[in-house]
């Protein structure tokens, strides 16, 4: 499966963004995709996931919110509330098989979009 995903863009901190995820096919309800993000001089880091249920780091949870329409074979991610330290390049990432507990595990992911910028800025 490919992933496209488009949405980042510069924002003043406190503002929002949604961030899509367009899948080339149709995926089944046990493929999880995830968001993930990586900042200048960094290693990636988890962001969100979702299969059946959601997950989210610890970081962004309450402010940002993964969705899934799979009419349209794309997931969201809406941002509100950003933070300088949200800019970082974002990923997602789809994964066959995965369970919950593992869903923050970018190993576990077999194919990965080629990211899009959010900058926000102070």
């Known amino acids: 499966v490919q992933l496209q995903a488009s949405g980042g863009g510069l924002v003043q901190a406190g503002g929002s963004l949604r961030l899509s995820c367009a899948a080339s096919?149709?995926?089944?309800?046990?493929?999880?995709i995830g968001w993930f993000r990586q900042a200048p001089g960094k290693e990636r880091e988890f962001v969100a996931a979702?299969?059946?249920?959601?997950r989210y780091a610890d970081s962004v949870r309450g402010r940002f919110t993964i969705s899934r329409d799979n009419a349209k074979k794309t997931v969201y991610l809406q941002m509100n509330s950003l933070k300088p330290e949200d800019t970082a390049v974002y990923y997602c990432?789809?994964?066959?098989?995965?369970?919950?507990?593992?869903?923050?595990?970018?190993?576990?992911?077999?194919?990965w979009g080629q990211g899009t910028l959010v900058t926000v800025s102070s």
């Open positions: 990432a789809a994964a066959t098989g995965i369970i919950w507990s593992t869903m923050d595990e970018g190993a576990r992911y077999d194919y």
């Open positions: 979702i299969r059946g249920s959601v």
């Open positions: 096919e149709r995926t089944g309800s046990s493929t999880a």
